[in-house]
């Protein structure tokens, strides 16, 4: 089991640029989500997914936007990078929806010129 | 929503010493966990203890769920304890909520 994986670890980007954030779990997880963690604000919820096809709305989404073909995969995608989203981001997963230990990656630290 | 406070907010440990780790939650919630993020920023998951008290080797937490706090106590502290402590809870149907964490800090 290689649990939650993220990809890239680190990316660079120029104000504009667009990209997405890969997130793999292997654990047959309902629940994921991803979340941003800025110094003082601790960590916030972006978007999450309670399934395949479903996705919805955390504390701070704008900017962001996600899918969810397949139980295994929930993409993070930048439309048009702005500095405000340099930060430290992490997805996770657990079994179900508000219940279940939640298993995070590894994070992926990304800084926006 | 609920909201979470953990205190302290930074610790300053000799290696050796014992710790407690406190954390308050405003309404009942259906799970609670903590997490050590360590220095090189990976989220550990320490406990998932919406009631009752577990232990792992010198880490034990207990959770008074009708009190409304969790405690998370680390004994024989090691410099590898270092690192940021989350406290983090959901009610049903919701997503997690985490804390502001406890930075400590373990000299030798």
């Known amino acids: 089991n290689a649990g939650v994986t993220q990809t890239p670890k680190f990316q660079v980007l120029k104000t504009g640029q667009s990209m997405t954030l890969q997130c793999a779990q292997d654990?047959?997880?309902?629940?994921m989500s991803w979340y941003r963690q800025d110094p003082g604000m601790g960590l916030r919820l972006i978007h999450y997914s309670v399934g395949a096809g479903i996705t919805d709305q955390g504390e701070v989404p704008n900017g962001y936007n996600v899918s969810r073909s397949t139980t295994e995969d929930f993409p993070l995608r930048l439309l048009s990078a702005a500095p405000s989203q340099t930060s430290v981001y992490f997805c996770?997963?657990?079994?179900?929806w508000g219940s279940g230990e939640l298993f995070f990656g590894e994070g992926s630290r990304l800084t926006v010129l | 929503g609920i909201q979470v406070e953990q205190s302290p907010p930074d610790l300053i440990l000799q290696e050796g010493a014992n710790s407690t780790l406190r954390c308050n939650f405003s309404?009942?919630?259906?799970?609670l966990q903590w997490f050590h993020q360590n220095p090189w920023g990976q989220l550990i998951n320490l406990f998932y203890i919406p009631s009752g008290t577990k232990q792992n080797g010198r880490l034990s937490a207990t959770t008074v769920a009708t009190e409304r706090y969790s405690l998370l106590y680390i004994s024989s502290s090691q410099t590898t304890d270092s690192g940021v402590y989350f406290c983090?809870?959901?009610?049903?149907?919701?997503?997690?909520?985490f804390g502001k964490g406890t930075t400590l800090s373990v000299s030798s």
């Open positions: 309404d009942s919630v259906n799970n």
């Open positions: 996770a997963s657990s079994l179900g």
């Open positions: 983090a809870v959901n009610q049903a149907g919701t997503a997690l909520i």
């Open positions: 654990m047959n997880h309902e629940y």
